[in-house]
Nanobody
């Protein structure tokens, strides 16, 4: 049974930083692609970032490029999202997702398992 557990969310002031973690179990993590999405109140879930199994190929939404960094530790079955220079518009529930076949994408349909999400709130 695949399980993804996000942590690290919280309340931060504009300009601050947070690091999200997503611990995975029940899958061959070292060959899976991982992604982060977010959903703000009243809005659709949107792509934030993704990373291939090697960790060398990463992808970002234009809105977070240069501020967020995705990484993974295959020995710990964990993917991270370092978020710097946070802005109020980054406020959302952040979800971790996986494509067990290793394919990355920007659509939520590209991922087959999801975590429960962690709340990130950025105050102005």
């Amino acid at each position: 049974q695949v399980q993804l557990a996000e942590s690290g969310g919280g309340l931060v002031q504009a300009g601050g930083s947070l690091r999200l973690s997503c611990a995975a179990s029940g899958l061959t993590f070292s060959t899976a692609a991982m992604g982060w999405f977010r959903q703000a109140p009243g809005k659709e879930r949107e792509f934030v970032s993704s990373i291939k199994w090697t960790g060398r190929s990463t992808y970002y939404a234009d809105s977070v490029k240069g501020r967020f960094t995705i990484s993974r530790d295959n020995a710990k079955n964990t993917v991270y999202l370092q978020m710097n220079s946070l802005q109020p518009e980054d406020t959302a529930v952040y979800f971790c997702a996986t494509n067990r076949l290793g394919r990355v994408g920007v659509s939520s349909k590209d991922y087959d398992y999801w975590g429960q999400g962690t709340q990130v709130t950025v105050s102005s």
